[in-house]
């Protein structure tokens, strides 16, 4: 990887907590808690899963480029959205949680040397498991997520625009 690819992808990482907190100010507090569909996430279940998520990355990271032959074991989301009542954590706490913990995850990326994204951890799931494709993955994770925000909330005033 370039440095300047990896100094862009370093930064979109460390920025993304606030495009997440700026995307949650736009969305009405009654739209919280609402879902597109059964099987879709609210928005506040989104924010409870960017904080689950990026906890595990930060240790996953960790794993690769501390340990030797480390295995990256995969989790299923869902589950641990239903297990965790994500509904009944605080979202100001989930919020907080993505902010520390891409702010310490963030120092400990601009510490690593260059060669520290060559090494290579064994995910349970995928297989090969870089630290390059780790910073690859979570430079857009919460992005993703924000994408998806936005959408509910479309969805959300689309459906509240119908019932006037």
């Not at 120092?107 to 090969?128: I, K, M, N, W, Y």
């Amino acid at each position: 990887m370039k440095p300047e690819e990896r100094s862009a992808l370093w930064e979109r990482y460390v920025d993304a907590p606030a495009r997440l907190r700026t995307a949650l100010e736009r969305v009405p507090k009654d739209a919280l808690q609402w879902r597109p569909a059964p099987d879709k996430w609210s928005i506040h279940e989104v924010v409870a899963h960017c904080a689950d998520s990026e906890t595990v990355a930060a240790t996953r990271i960790r794993y690769v480029v501390c340990e030797d032959q480390p295995v990256i074991q995969g989790y299923d989301q869902d589950r641990w959205a239903r297990a965790s009542n994500y509904h009944s954590m605080p979202l100001e706490l989930a919020l907080r949680q993505v902010e520390q913990v891409h702010a310490w995850t963030a120092e400990f990326l601009r510490a690593l040397p260059d060669s520290a994204l060559e090494r290579v951890a064994t995910h349970t799931e995928s297989g090969a498991y870089s630290a390059e494709k780790w910073l690859r993955i979570y430079a857009k994770h919460i992005d993703d997520h924000v994408v998806q925000i936005e959408r509910t909330l479309a969805q959300w005033n689309q459906r509240a625009a119908r019932s006037v």
